[in-house]
């Protein structure tokens, strides 16, 4: 009986973790051999029949029959003597079967055994978890909000895995509640231990490309291609596209009549400034795509270095660098080139503002407020008369000229 109480979970096992019959033999052999080895020191000598379906189990322990007083090793020996009160018509050097009741093994044994079955069990468990995820790396997914810490936010899937999605890998904007569904990419999949550990990304640009593949149908079907993805997540991206049909505008097909298809998009990226470009081969043509919306007169490009000097006319530069430089440094991550913008008639004067991308617009409002709005207009003041009249450090002021200065030196 204490061998059927043992093993009467068997069942449950099987059909809970869904772990298939030889898988399950084998996990309860591997159980009971390191229980014997513990016991007797070697297992070798032992038969194993589980029949895990039924709940049955034996052991079976092999000895050679040695004259009385002739024992070397009483794991694999039995004296004549003994082997005759099993069977009376033993002889010397025959071998004897005799049946290991769990009991004989002790109950710590057996408290063991129990624990390492379970291990074990789990053991097999988040392997097969672990592999699954493994596949499911670079894919979309979606799992329910379970706890929200501050560093992270831990999810639980249709299955009860947990799925975590640290902090650095939210949207600056996203906010979520308990029980909320969120959508993100399988970024990384590892084992810490025997658990797996999964990292869920709203931040990677892959997440941004299979949003692509999953809302618009030509990309799902191959028409369009994704060449490339660069992301500031929850600020802006660019999205470098093709086609290998003529007959198919491959922006236009991304971004939809007044942007219908890719608004799901932006919505989905806390309202992500998705910048969809034609991906070409020409370096130059690329490069001046890439910093759109502004018009570029000229560009030299030195291939060894990976550099390209653009020159823009004034209005056209802080298009080219965008709000807090988001659309430059994107435009560069993009075509793999670092990007320096020159501004042309530059002994012209220059408007202020086009200075937003070096100087900060609460000190070009100071300015503003006493009626200095160009470039060369602050030039020709006194720094010392610049600090009186307006509210700013005279270091501050120093490092405003000498920003504009470098200008027209250039």
């Avoid at 030889?22 to 000598?45: C, H, P, Q, W």
Wanted: aromatic share 6%; with cysteine.
């Amino acid at each position: 009986m204490e061998n059927l109480a043992l093993i009467e979970s068997f069942s449950e096992f099987k059909d809970d973790k869904m772990i298939d019959r030889v898988t399950l033999m084998a996990i309860l052999e591997d159980v009971f051999r390191s229980a014997l080895k513990r016991k007797y020191g070697d297992d070798d000598n032992f038969d194993i029949i589980i029949n895990p379906d039924k709940g049955d189990l034996e052991i079976w322990r092999n000895r050679v029959v040695v004259a009385d007083g002739e024992v070397e090793d009483d794991n694999s020996e039995i004296e004549l003597a003994a082997a005759r009160k099993i069977e009376p018509d033993y002889e010397v050097g025959e071998d004897v079967a005799e049946e290991v009741k769990l009991v004989q093994l002790g109950r710590r044994a057996i408290l063991a055994l129990r624990q390492n079955l379970i291990a074990k069990i789990h053991e097999h468990d988040n392997t097969n978890i672990y592999k699954h995820f493994k596949e499911l790396e670079g894919e979309l997914y979606s799992a329910e909000v379970h706890h929200i810490r501050h560093r992270a936010i831990i999810l639980l899937d249709d299955e009860g895995n947990e799925i975590i999605m640290p902090k650095d890998r939210q949207i600056n904007s996203d906010f979520f509640r308990k029980g909320e569904n969120v959508r993100g990419i399988i970024e990384s999949v590892e084992l810490r231990g025997n658990k797996p550990n999964i990292i869920l990304s709203r931040t990677s640009p892959k997440f941004l490309e299979k949003l692509f593949e999953q809302e618009i149908p030509e990309v799902f079907d191959g028409l369009i291609t994704v060449k490339a993805v660069v992301r500031e997540p929850g600020e802006k991206a660019k999205v470098a596209v093709d086609s290998y049909d003529d007959r198919i505008d491959p922006v236009g097909a991304c971004v939809g009549v007044k942007g219908s298809r890719i608004h799901g998009i932006v919505r989905e990226l806390g309202n992500e400034n998705i910048d969809v470009i034609n991906w070409t081969a020409n370096t130059q043509l690329y490069i001046a795509r890439a910093l759109s919306p502004a018009k570029i007169i000229s560009m030299e490009i030195n291939e060894e270095t990976k550099k390209a000097e653009v020159k823009l006319n004034p209005e056209e530069v802080s298009k080219a660098i965008g709000r807090r430089g988001h659309n430059i440094r994107l435009a560069g991550k993009l075509t793999g080139y670092e990007i320096d913008v020159i501004r042309d008639g530059s002994d012209e004067d220059v408007e202020l503002t086009e200075f937003s991308d070096e100087i900060e617009s609460w000190i070009i409002e100071e300015f503003s407020k006493i009626g200095l709005d160009t470039a060369k207009s602050i030039l020709e003041q006194d720094v010392a008369d610049l600090v009186k009249r307006t509210d700013l450090e005279e270091e501050t002021v120093i490092a405003v000229v000498n920003i504009l200065k470098s200008e027209f030196e250039d």
